[in-house]
């Protein structure tokens, strides 16, 4: 059974909606997908979001479809999602585009900072008082989630801050969420990157996320002649096309398929 329940599938007229991307992908297009609030939708706990088996089928299906040039570019760590996908040849890019999975198998990951196990350790102390409060670690950051506790948004956000400037690391605001990280990096280096090797290389970039982290990525999509799609609402973006949600989302890639 789809653990995430079953759906009613969405129609939706993209040829009348001036906003939505076209189904019709450029020729020797590459797909560039983020996964929270994308692929899956955000959960108040994160460890425990399930990828549905028709997510499964559609990332397999445009994988062969594109002749391997899809890649999910995504703030979690990258075997987490390999293992929610549970296939193979698909490029990842985890930690916010600083793990590089190429789909070879090859990868690329820098070092772990060595004041990120103090500041992880910092933050889970801190946090324990808090009901709400998640922690999440990673390997080359750690994620301060307030879903659970939106009253603590501005804690949250003081105690990143200073203790990313104690330790020097680096600043990852997001939905619900902060995170101290390796610095540099980002979702739009990884799209760089993986354009610079085959099988991307030479391809048009499209590249679909929901968050602030995401913009990045739009904007190296947009630099190397392809295109952005933000998910979610309306807000300013280096993204040309918006998408409403997931399914939504989910909906529009079936679309790609068919045509």
């Given amino acids: 059974m789809d653990p995430q329940g079953p759906h009613d599938p969405i129609v939706v007229d993209f040829a009348r909606a001036r906003h939505l991307p076209p189904t019709r992908l450029p020729a020797r297009a590459s797909l560039f997908l983020d996964f929270d609030g994308t692929l899956v939708d955000l959960i108040d ?3 425990a979001v399930q990828v549905t088996d028709r997510v499964r089928a559609l990332i397999a299906a445009l994988c062969t479809r594109l002749d391997g040039r899809l890649a999910i570019v995504t703030g979690r760590e990258a075997a987490f999602v390999r293992a929610q996908l549970g296939l193979k040849g698909v490029g990842i890019a985890g930690s916010h ?20 196990a103090d500041a992880a350790a910092s933050i889970a102390r801190l946090a324990a008082a808090h009901p709400g409060i998640l922690v999440e670690r990673k390997p080359l950051g750690v994620a301060l989630h307030y879903r659970m506790a939106p009253h603590l948004e501005g804690w949250s956000r003081t105690l990143a801050e200073e203790l990313a400037d104690s330790h020097g690391l680096y600043l990852q605001p997001g939905k619900m969420m902060v995170e101290l990280r390796a610095p540099g990096g980002d979702k739009g ?11 991307f290389a030479g391809t048009v970039p499209v590249m679909l996320g929901d968050d602030l982290t995401d913009e990045p990525g739009f904007a190296a999509a947009t630099a ?11 807000r300013p973006s ?7 949600g997931v399914q939504h989302v989910l909906a529009w890639l079936e679309g790609v398929l068919e045509a």
């Fill in 224 to 234: 190397h002649g392809g295109w952005g799609v933000l998910v979610g609402a309306e």
């Fill in 238 to 244: 280096a993204a040309r096309y918006r998408l409403e």
């Fill in 97 to 116: 585009g600083q793990e590089i999975h190429f789909p070879d198998g090859t990868t690329s990951i820098p070092a772990t900072p060595a004041t990120l």
């Fill in 45 to 47: 706990r994160p460890d």
């Fill in 189 to 199: 280096s990884a799209v760089a990157r993986f354009l610079e090797t085959p099988p």
